[in-house]
T-cell receptor, first 112, second 118 residues
Framework: DQQVKQNSPSLSVQEGRISILNCDYTNSMFDYFLWYKKYPAEGPTFLISISSIKDKNEDGRFTVFLNKSAKHLSLHIVPSQPGDSAVYFC???????????FGTGTRLQVTL | DTAVSQTPKYLVTQMGNDKSIKCEQN?????MYWYKQDSKKFLKIMFS???????INETVPNRFSPKSPDKAHLNLHINSLELGDSAVYFCASSPSGLAGIVILNEQFFGPGTRLTVL
């Protein structure tokens, strides 16, 4: 039972353009969402998070949008840079003191 | 100044063998985890320890036994390895918040151990 889904396994974007990575969830108890970034041969690193009391959180070039009614969140990267090429995992939890449920990841390739 | 380290990075072994993966964190965190990423790229939690006490134990075969000698170390021992155990295993840690409440979300991951069972 996949409670967090990233339906696009890969995405290719030109440098300088916007990258939009999507994530859907099914568990209505989830109220805290995170994005992790993973380079090859490394562990995931925390990127940005959002609580369900917000619908947007911004950190530099990265913005996460949350649509609770649609059970959907997205990560926007503007402008995209070649160093952003990595696998991005969406994760969710029911409360901050709860286990994380991860999606299967989206591989982003930023081309020159 | 590696924050979360795992050894070995690669492990190739025969079915039926027993093996261990070690994890150490120098972040001063109270909580540590083991995750398994299988061939379908699902990253699933297996275990979590807080101050050497088991707090999360997902449905994992009892061939897998975590051991936490102190809060900076969480090792994973696997008995009677099977083909389906082949995966990348990630260790992670996170700090506790106020009043010792575990903040499971701000997790720092190790580089992973790729286990191949032949």
């Amino acid at each position: 039972d996949q409670q967090v889904k990233q339906n696009s396994p890969s995405l290719s974007v030109q440098e300088g353009r916007i990258s939009i990575l999507n994530c859907d969830y099914t568990n209505s108890m989830f109220d805290y969402f995170l994005w992790y970034k993973k380079y090859p041969a490394e562990g995931p690193t925390f990127l940005i998070s959002i609580s369900s009391i917000k619908d947007k959180n911004e950190d530099g070039r990265f913005t996460v949008f949350l649509n609770k009614s649609a059970k959907h969140l997205s990560l926007h990267i503007v402008p995209s840079q070649p160093g952003d090429s990595a696998v991005y995992f969406c994760a969710a939890s029911a409360g901050t003191a709860s286990k994380l449920t991860f999606g299967t990841g989206t591989r982003l390739q930023v081309t020159l | 100044d590696t924050a979360v380290s795992q050894t070995p990075k690669y492990l190739v072994t025969q079915m039926g063998n027993d093996k261990s993966i070690k994890c150490e964190q120098n972040l001063g965190h109270d909580t540590m985890y083991w995750y398994k990423q299988d061939s379908k790229k699902f990253l699933k939690i297996m275990f979590s320890y807080n101050n050497k006490e088991l707090i999360i134990n997902e449905t994992v075969p009892n061939r897998f036994s975590p051991k936490s000698p102190d809060k900076a170390h969480l090792n994973l021992h696997i008995n009677s390895l099977e083909l389906g155990d082949s995966a990348v295993y990630f260790c992670a840690s996170s700090p506790s918040g106020l009043a010792g409440i575990v903040i499971l979300n701000e997790q720092f991951f190790g580089p992973g151990t790729r286990l191949t069972v032949l």
